[in-house]
């Protein structure tokens, strides 16, 4: 970590992150909000609509994946600036394909571009705000996953607004997509460079080979202690995947509530995980990692079954919200746990959000799928399956001592 920050560089350097979270979360929203238009506008089926996150989930992992390989080359900054760009054209071809050219085909060209981009931006802006969350020694992370969230709750918001006002999607998407592109270019320029993200320095002449830097970056990938945090992460990322891609769509159908309430089910979700990161913080310093994520795999076990079975449209509100409440911190602990030795904290965020982001992105088009046989609701038994096996390993976030991090690190530079 840089300790030569000021007190202004740090605060901006804070900001910056918070509002990449933000754009990130704001795009997912404006997608999921407006899938029931979109399934609608292209005349296509569930599997169909699995399809185009099939297309946006595989090219999430791939971007998940080369993401280490891109801030070994470029740094994190250059390689989030590209990122966010990506992943704002994707979203402006998104609303090109429904509206304008009225594409099946361009919409998966968009969401392509989409998860590609978000894949990429989501591990480097994870690294960026572990570091900050080691250089303040507080419990932060799921603050910046609540700006994730408020992105979320915006972008669901409008979504339900402009479903209600009838604006197509091709304006919607078309005005976020600027948005998110200028968000970008202004917290860039507040991110710092540093050597642990491998960003230039000019008066840098040790940076390394990029082979070695590779090396280092990868390292995660040999600890027994990555793969118990990633069960912990699958099952909670899951939730909230699932909740992105389905909530709205299985209350506007499968609830009869209609298009407006499908968004406005999301953005109660949205709402409910943004309350929760806003303060977990705090609780997560008093009563522990582990205590907090057994918890909350109860409340979401509980609101999905809840959302499933309930026979009103108020208790499938009721559902949504114990649902977001339930799926707010499995992530942002899963990358506090991974970041608990500063020496390997990027190696290790990078391979634990590789994880995640897996399963938050490629596990909804895998429910597209099964769902056209046994129906949304049904489907979505699998997931709550998947939240209690995460309550059960939550012991693996337990924060390491100070002879564990020795030991993990040793470990982590064997061959």
């Not at 026979?311 to 114990?322: I, W």
């Not at 970041?339 to 904290?345: R, S």
């Amino acid at each position: 970590m840089n300790t030569a920050l000021s007190r202004s560089q740090y605060v901006r350097w804070r900001t910056a992150i918070f509002a990449i979270f933000l754009a990130s979360g704001l795009s997912i929203a404006t997608w999921a909000s407006r899938v029931p238009d979109i399934k609608l506008a292209l005349d296509v089926d569930k599997a169909q609509v699995g399809m185009l996150l099939l297309g946006a989930g595989i090219a999430s992992i791939i971007g998940i994946s080369t993401s280490p390989a891109i801030v070994a080359r470029t740094g994190a900054r250059l390689g989030m600036m590209v990122s966010i760009f990506t992943f704002a054209s994707g979203v402006a071809l998104i609303g090109i394909g429904t509206n304008v050219v009225g594409s099946y085909s361009v919409v998966l060209i968009g969401l392509v571009l989409f998860g590609l981009g978000n894949g990429c931006v989501d591990v480097m802006m994870n690294v960026e705000a572990t570091a900050i969350e080691q250089h303040s020694g507080k419990t932060i992370l799921p603050l910046f996953h609540a700006f994730f969230s408020f992105g979320t709750v915006i972008g669901a918001g409008l979504g339900a607004l402009a479903a209600q006002l009838r604006v197509d999607v091709f304006t919607h998407t078309l005005v976020i997509a600027v948005l998110i592109a200028s968000i970008g270019v202004v917290s860039i320029v507040h991110v710092p460079r540093r050597q642990e993200t491998l960003d230039p320095i000019d008066d840098d002449g040790e940076k390394g080979r990029w082979r070695e830097r590779m090396h280092v970056a990868m390292s995660a990938w040999r600890e027994p202690r990555t793969y118990a945090i990633g069960v912990v992460m699958l099952g909670m990322s899951f939730a909230e995947g699932g909740a992105n891609d389905w909530l709205a769509l299985g209350v506007a159908e499968d609830h009869g509530g209609g298009t407006a309430l499908g968004a406005a089910a999301l953005a109660t979700f949205s709402v409910a995980m943004t309350v929760v990161r806003v303060f977990g913080g705090p609780l997560v310093d008093r009563f522990g990692r582990v205590a907090v994520l057994r918890i909350l795999a109860v409340a979401a076990a509980s609101g999905i079954l809840l959302f499933i079975l309930a026979p009103s449209l108020p208790l499938v509100f009721v559902g949504a919200a114990l649902w977001g409440v339930g799926a707010s911190l499995g992530f942002p602990l899963g990358m506090s746990a991974a970041a608990d030795d500063p020496a390997k904290a990027a190696a290790r965020v990078s391979a634990a959000a590789t994880i995640g982001y897996i399963a938050f992105l490629g596990g909804p088009p895998v429910l597209g799928f099964i769902s056209e046989h046994i129906g949304l609701l049904n489907t979505l038994f699998i997931v709550v399956a998947l939240v209690v096996m995460s309550g059960l390993f939550s012991g693996a976030a337990r924060p390491l001592r100070k002879d564990e991090m020795s030991q993990a690190s040793v470990a982590a530079t064997k061959d």
